[in-house]
């Protein structure tokens, strides 16, 4: 009995040792496992820098193929975007450079005006550097997918035509018209998505400068599929139906398909000599421009162009409406303020004049204020890509050539540090206030600073002169949650009346 005893109690202590020995194991290969997933990017991408390694930003590349994306998008899509760098700056402390893994490619994340203002303007040592998921839905022949010398050229094209003087001085008068008459629209209207209307003025106003076309069945058409593609540009590239990417590949189809149609009716039109001697649109221009040596611009070169002016033309100009609008109704103090200095420029107007004239929007100087501090606080690009084309030291640290940057415009619109109360809305702030080198960046820096940006402030401009003069909005909602991604909105798309006040 004494033995058999024995006997059970080794037993029980020899399957005691083999569950424990086998749960050490289980343990040993989940911490090896966490290891190898913690450390694969840094094997793949940090080690073939060599002695270069040490000289990198701190930071992390996160996971493998997913890096930092999920930190990110589960940032973005929460009630605190900003979580995303606070977690870099909380590990690491706040010296505006980290390292990361983003978009599907190392990167390096820059957050102070110094070194954003260094990438951008420094064309000898970086280049464009979009995720190529971007390229693809945007185009390779857009400004976001070629060469410096390509989008000099481009930019000369089509800068003056957009943001010149005299373009701005023609267009001001249809973009005044259709402003009137669309607010005078949506105030019979009741309740409306008013994001979803001001997107759809501002891509009339861009459609009519690029393609002369009032067509409301073919705006319609575009506009919901520019939606689409706006939601898988910020989006992992997954081309898994269901997903973004994959609804915005659909939408990049479709769009150039509606694009090629246009340009060969066009281009029927001009073998037809059925046009006009004088240019009246965009597209005339890109059909008609040529190089030193006579080459002309291909039917993809012209397509992509349009997939992107029409995407930035109206896309950027809606939503700020939409935001100094709900800014100004949500504070009476700055309503008022703005509004005397409409009525003030309508009291000095000569009685022969009618409507808007450049002298009298350049005199909006309280409402150029709002203009600016909505762009700032909403922070509409959040960030621009960048890509090293050699290895560049950065107030002491390595950029490796090939990895991408990203100069993260949210965080410098946000600092407490250039901004006093970076969240309050205070246009005030920028009365007799010059802001320092690249702490203000709306529309980016350098020789690809947005080439329609003096359209789109004029935009806000004339619609916001109109507005306070004659309405007020009323939101349904006013505590709507917001959604980040592809751009700051209320998740119910402003819902609101138009109502007239005079």
Not at 232 to 237: H, K, L
Not at 272 to 291: I, R, T
């Amino acid at each position: 009995m004494v033995l058999l005893g024995v006997g059970l109690v080794l037993g029980n202590l020899g399957s005691m040792l083999t569950v424990i020995l086998g749960t050490a194991s289980f343990v040993g290969v989940l911490v090896a496992l966490k290891w190898v997933l913690e450390n694969a990017n840094w094997w793949l991408y940090e080690t073939k820098l060599g002695e270069k390694q040490y000289s990198l930003p701190p930071g992390d590349l996160g996971l493998p193929f997913i890096g930092n994306m999920w930190s990110f998008l589960r940032a973005f899509k929460s009630d605190q975007p900003d979580s995303f760098i606070n977690s870099f700056v909380s590990r690491f402390g706040k010296i505006g450079i980290y390292k990361a893994y983003m978009f599907g490619f190392p990167s390096i994340i820059c957050t102070v005006p110094e070194t954003c203002k260094r990438v951008l303007t420094d064309d000898d040592a970086f280049k464009p550097g979009w995720p190529v998921s971007a390229v693809e839905l945007i185009g390779k022949k857009s400004f976001i997918g070629i060469s410096f010398e390509e989008h000099k050229r481009l930019r000369k094209i089509t800068a003056a035509p957009v943001n010149g003087h005299e373009a701005l001085s023609v267009y001001m008068k249809y973009i005044e018209e259709i402003v009137i008459s669309s607010l005078e629209k949506w105030s019979t209207m009741g309740d409306i998505e008013f994001l979803t209307q001001v997107r759809k003025l501002t891509f009339r106003i861009i459609m009519h400068i690029f393609l002369s076309s009032e067509s409301e069945s073919a705006m319609e058409a575009l506009e919901r599929e520019y939606t689409a593609l706006n939601y898988g540009v910020r989006a992992m590239a997954i081309n898994i139906p269901g997903f973004a990417y994959h609804k915005a590949l659909k939408a990049r189809k479709n769009l150039v398909a509606i694009f090629q149609s246009l340009v060969n009716e066009r281009r029927a039109q001009q073998r037809a000599g059925n046009f006009l001697e004088k240019k009246k649109d965009m597209m005339d221009a890109l059909l008609d421009v040529e190089d030193e040596e006579g080459n002309k611009l291909t039917d993809e070169d012209i397509i992509d162009i349009l997939v992107m002016y029409l995407n930035a033309g109206h896309e950027s100009s809606g939503h700020t409406i939409m935001w100094a609008t709900t800014y100004l109704q949500r504070h009476p103090e700055y309503f008022q303020k703005a509004k005397a200095e409409q009525e003030a420029i309508l009291k000095r107007r000569p009685p022969t004049q009618k409507g808007l004239n450049l002298k009298e929007y350049r005199e909006m100087e309280y409402l150029s204020n709002v203009i600016d501090e909505t762009l700032r606080v909403v922070s509409f690009s959040l960030v621009v890509f960048r890509e090293a084309k050699k290895d560049v030291n950065v107030n002491g640290y390595i950029i490796p050539k090939g990895w991408k940057v990203l100069t993260w415009f949210r965080s410098i619109h946000l600092d407490s540090e250039i901004y006093e109360n970076p969240l309050e809305f205070n246009p005030e702030r920028w009365q007799n206030y010059t802001p320092k080198p690249a702490t203000f960046l709306p529309f980016g820096a350098g020789s690809r600073l947005c080439p329609g940006n003096d359209l789109a402030k004029m935009e806000v401009g004339i619609f916001l002169h109109h507005f306070l003069l004659n309405y007020k909005l009323e939101r349904l909602n006013p505590e709507c949650p917001l959604m980040y991604l592809p751009h700051t909105r209320p998740k119910d798309n402003c819902l609101a009346r138009v109502i007239k006040t005079t």
